[in-house]
């Protein structure tokens, strides 16, 4: 990491750190005393806490980077988004792919109740675990014996969810990469499948289980494309921390849940059958740099994570000048040995959370992987 990089992720890693235990903090208040009682309302409430966090990396993307979205769809999709359960698959093209999905949803006011499949160990990382732990996230063991049962019970956890949820699934079950592609194709051309040439061949076990599971309540599937433009570098955490911009195109398609077939072998193959249209879509794509023919729609750029993050930078600003008027804490080489080691820990916190978002086994949303020849449960 470079020493600009560094100059911005220490700040940056103070206030999302102090910020995260103060929200964390809220949600186990409010998991205690209003859960037991009502657990629609704490739903709502913990929607809005869980919001004053997550718009933080959003504010990153839009206000730091100044990545660009831009979104496609028909305008009936486009007047739903955010007002209706949805469950969302898409192909995986970088490490901020999720967080494209959090910008989408905090454009459509659901981004407190985005939701994920994660691995079981993620649920105890301070912050981020605790905040999605507190948010009905569903954490997996990587075993399908003990995995089918968490699965079933997670979604059907959220048949009584108050306010419309996003339910993310990369079926792909890792990012694409050359190397990854050009397995795929060995093994479809070894299976007699067609050979994909832009994405990856979807693991599709916990795709069935979530439509098996949710077909009652969740009305909609949103099959979502994500492609960069060829003149436009690819987007990572780091280069998002080092406010390098970027655009990313994203097409939204929208398909009844009711419309998928009633069997587990027919969701399937409708799921692997729905990738290889995309692959020829996104090969059109590549060669007119849009996609050809879809209406596109301005998500503009709010200003609303631009106030959060004002907001606990001066309360946090206001606490440490107080803190430090009454500890004296700089009076001393204890005390500035101490400041010193608490900026190198952030420091490395959040290199930690940047490897944790280019790791292909933490990918927050990234959700099975299902080796193509073995039908075995795997969490990426």
């Known amino acids: 990491m470079g020493i600009p990089a560094a100059i911005v992720i220490v700040p940056i890693g103070i206030i999302f750190i102090l910020s995260g235990l103060v929200v964390n903090l809220i949600q186990a208040f409010f998991f205690v005393l209003v859960r037991p009682v009502s657990k629609s309302m704490y739903r709502r409430i ?83 675990g605790w905040s999605m732990w507190f948010s009905d996230y569903v954490f997996l063991e990587r075993n399908w014996a003990k995995d089918e049962n968490t699965l ?69 599937i949103y099959d979502i494309t994500i492609a960069i433009p060829k003149n436009q570098p690819a987007p990572t955490m780091l280069r998002l921390f080092r406010g390098q911009s970027s655009v990313v195109s994203v097409h939204i398609k929208r398909h009844l849940m009711q419309e998928l077939p009633e069997t587990d072998n027919g969701i399937s193959q409708w799921c692997k059958d729905l990738f290889v249209d995309k692959d020829g879509f996104l090969d059109k794509y590549f060669a007119t740099e849009t996609f050809v023919y879809q209406e596109f729609h301005d998500i503009g750029r709010p200003k609303k994570s631009f106030f959060v993050i004002m907001i606990w930078s001066c309360l946090f600003v206001v606490c440490a000048i107080k803190f430090f008027q009454w500890s004296s804490l700089f009076s001393s080489w204890q005390g500035i040995a101490c400041s010193a080691a608490f900026l190198v820990f952030v420091t490395i916190v959040m290199q930690i959370l940047i490897l944790f978002t280019q790791s292909e086994h933490s990918t927050p949303g990234n959700v099975i992987q299902q080796d193509p020849r073995e039908d075995k449960l795997l969490l990426n």
């Open 46 to 128: 913990n929607k809005v806490v869980a919001e004053l966090l997550w718009l933080e990396p959003v504010w990153l993307f839009d206000w730091w980077a100044g990545i660009k979205v831009d979104l496609y769809t028909d305008l009936e999709t486009f007047q739903l988004m955010g007002k209706e359960h949805a469950l969302l698959i898409c192909n995986h093209r970088s490490d901020i792919d999720w967080l494209v999905g959090w910008v989408l949803a905090q454009r459509s006011g659901c981004l407190g109740s985005a939701l994920a499949v994660m691995k079981k160990s993620l649920q105890f990382l301070p912050i981020i």
């Open 152 to 220: 079933k019970s997670g979604f059907q956890r959220l048949e009584d969810f108050p306010q419309p949820f996003w339910l993310g699934l990369f079926v792909e079950g890792t990012r694409f990469t050359q190397a990854k592609l050009l397995a795929a194709q060995e093994y479809a051309a070894s299976a007699g499948l067609p050979v994909p040439r832009n994405v990856l061949i979807p693991r599709t076990k916990g795709f069935v289980s979530a439509v098996s599971n949710m077909r009652s309540f969740v009305p909609a």
